[in-house]
C-alpha cells in the first residue's frame, strides 16, 4: 500500500524552511535568502520515494502582519497548516528558544494533523549543545537543512505519519505550480540577493509574457517598485544593475527549465503596493483580507 498526503513546513522567518523543502525534493524550487520574509507565497514541492509520496508546502514565515502583503503571507501559511495531514514545525535551533507550534501560529487550537518539531541549523551547535535540546525535546529531529545531515530521520517521521493512499500526482512530477511562477521567484531571489536590505521587500516580481515555443524561451518580467528612488536603485547607473541582475536570474531559469531563454526585465513603480489590497491580488499573494 502506498502513502500520501500533504506536508505542511511552517514557522518564523529564517527558520530555513525553504532549504528544507529543496533538500526533501531534490531541486532548487523555493528560493532561499538570509532576508528574513523572502517566501511570500506557498511553494508546492512533491517527493515520490519508496512508495510515499509527499506534496510539501514551504509557506510565509510566521509573523504579525503590518500591511496587505503581510496579512495575505500569513493567511496563506496557516491555510496551509489546516490543509496538513502533516505538520513540519522548524525552528532555528541556534536561537536557544523552542516555542510550541500552536503559540508561534498564534492558534487559537492545535491543528488536526500531527506536529514534527525540526530543530534547524544544528551544524552550526556544539555536540553538548546538541545533546542538551534533545534532553529537553526527545522528540525533535535534529538536522541541518543546508547539508542534508538529519534528512533520513525525518522523512522516516514524515512517513509515518501519512495516510495510506493512491498517490496524489503522477510519480514524476515535482510541483503543482507552473513554471512561470518559478521563473519570477528566480528573479526576485537575484533582485534579494544583489540589492540592499530594506529595498527586497518593496520587490514583487510579475510575469507579464511568457512565449512557449519560441526558441530562444521569451520571458518578460516586470519588477514592480514602489518609489521613483528604488526604481534607479534597481536600474544602476547606466543601467547596469538590472543588466547583471537579467544575467543572473536568466542563467537560473535556464538551469531550471534546460533550454536558452531570452529574459526582457523591466522595472516599473507600482506606489505603496504592499498596503493595497488589489495591487496584493494582482500580484498573486492572495486576499489580505480573507481569514484562513
Not at 34 to 53: D, M, P, W, Y
Not at 115 to 142: F, G, M, T, Y
Not at 205 to 221: D, K, N, T, V
Not at 239 to 265: M, T
Request: glycine share 6%; net charge neutral; with cysteine.
Amino acid at each position: 500500500m502506498t502513502k500520501a498526503g500533504f506536508v505542511t513546513v511552517a514557522g518564523f522567518p529564517n527558520a530555513g524552511k525553504s532549504t528544507l523543502l529543496n533538500q526533501l525534493v531534490g531541486e532548487k524550487l523555493a528560493i532561499t535568502s538570509s532576508k528574513a520574509q523572502s517566501t511570500r507565497h506557498r511553494v508546492v514541492g512533491i517527493r515520490t520515494v519508496n512508495e510515499a509520496q509527499m506534496i510539501i508546502l514551504d509557506t510565509p514565515g510566521l509573523l504579525e502582519p503590518r500591511d496587505s502583503l503581510h496579512s495575505a503571507m500569513r493567511n496563506a501559511a496557516i491555510a496551509a497548516v489546516r490543509e496538513a495531514d502533516v505538520v513540519v514545525h522548524v525552528i532555528d535551533a541556534t536561537r536557544g528558544r523552542v516555542i510550541p507550534f500552536v503559540q508561534a501560529a498564534a492558534l487559537d487550537r492545535a491543528p488536526r494533523a500531527p506536529i514534527v518539531l525540526v530543530l534547524n541549523k544544528c551544524d552550526l551547535l556544539s555536540a553538548e549543545a546538541r545533546i542538551a535540546l534533545l534532553l529537553l525535546h526527545p522528540d525533535a529531529v535534529l538536522l541541518s537543512a543546508a547539508s542534508g545531515d538529519g534528512m533520513e530521520l525525518l522523512v522516516s517521521r514524515i512517513t509515518g505519519l501519512l495516510p495510506d493512499s493512491a498517490y496524489l500526482y503522477p510519480d514524476d512530477e515535482l510541483s503543482t505550480q507552473p513554471v512561470r511562477f518559478f521563473c519570477a521567484e528566480f528573479v526576485r531571489e537575484t533582485a534579494l540577493e544583489q540589492l540592499g536590505d530594506e529595498l527586497p521587500h518593496a520587490l514583487a516580481c510579475e510575469i507579464e509574457e511568457f512565449r512557449e515555443g519560441s526558441s530562444p524561451l521569451y520571458i518578460r518580467a516586470v519588477l514592480h517598485v514602489e518609489r521613483d528612488s528604488q526604481k534607479r536603485i534597481v536600474i544602476g547607473a547606466n543601467g547596469q544593475q538590472i543588466k547583471k541582475l537579467g544575467r543572473v536570474a536568466r542563467e537560473k531559469i535556464e538551469r531550471f527549465i534546460g533550454q536558452p531563454v531570452y529574459l526582457d526585465l523591466w522595472v516599473k513603480v507600482l506606489p505603496n503596493w504592499r498596503k493595497n489590497r488589489g495591487a496584493v491580488l494582482r500580484l498573486g499573494y492572495g486576499d489580505p483580507t480573507e481569514h484562513a
